[in-house]
Nanobody, 124 residues
Framework: QVQLVESGGGLAQAGGSLRLSCAAS????????MGWFRQAPGKEREFVAA????????YYAASVKGRFTISRDNAKNTVYLQMNSLKPEDTAVYYC?????????????????WGQGTQVTVSS
C-alpha cells in the first residue's frame, strides 16, 4: 500500500511563500490522482488542489486559485504544492492524499490514502 509523507510546512509571514512536498513510497505513484487538503482548528477538512494521473489536469479551490500551484514529478514519486502570497487564513494542517480516480476530486471521501499532515502557519 502506498504511504505518503508530507514535508515543507512551517512558519511564513503574510505575503510569503512555502513549498510543500509529498513523497509516495510506491512506483505506481504515477497512476494515482493526488490531492492536497487542509484543516484548520475547529473546521472541516477542505479541498485545496488536485492533479490527475491521466493527463495531469489540475484543479484548485477558489480560495487558492492564482496563488497556489500543484505539480508532480512521477520520476521522484512526489507531488508539490507551491504556495505564494500566503494569507493568515491559509494557516492549517495540510494533508496530501491519493486516489485511483482518473480526474481530480474535491471530495475527501474519494481519497483512500492520506499522509500524516504538515503544519503551515502564516503570521500577519
Amino acid at each position: 500500500q502506498v504511504q505518503l509523507v508530507e514535508s515543507g510546512g512551517g512558519l511564513a509571514q503574510a505575503g510569503g511563500s512555502l513549498r510543500l512536498s509529498c513523497a509516495a513510497s510506491e512506483r505506481t505513484f504515477s497512476s494515482y490522482t493526488m490531492g492536497w487538503f487542509r484543516q484548520a482548528p475547529g473546521k472541516e477538512r477542505e479541498f485545496v488542489a488536485a492533479i490527475s494521473w491521466f493527463v495531469g489536469s489540475t484543479y484548485y479551490a477558489a480560495s487558492v486559485k492564482g496563488r497556489f500551484t500543484i505539480s508532480r514529478d512521477n520520476a521522484k514519486n512526489t507531488v508539490y504544492l507551491q504556495m505564494n502570497s500566503l494569507k493568515p487564513e491559509d494557516t492549517a494542517v495540510y494533508y496530501c492524499a491519493a486516489t485511483r480516480y482518473r480526474s481530480g476530486s474535491s471530495d475527501p471521501t474519494n481519497y483512500n490514502l492520506w499522509g500524516q499532515g504538515t503544519q503551515v502557519t502564516v503570521s500577519s
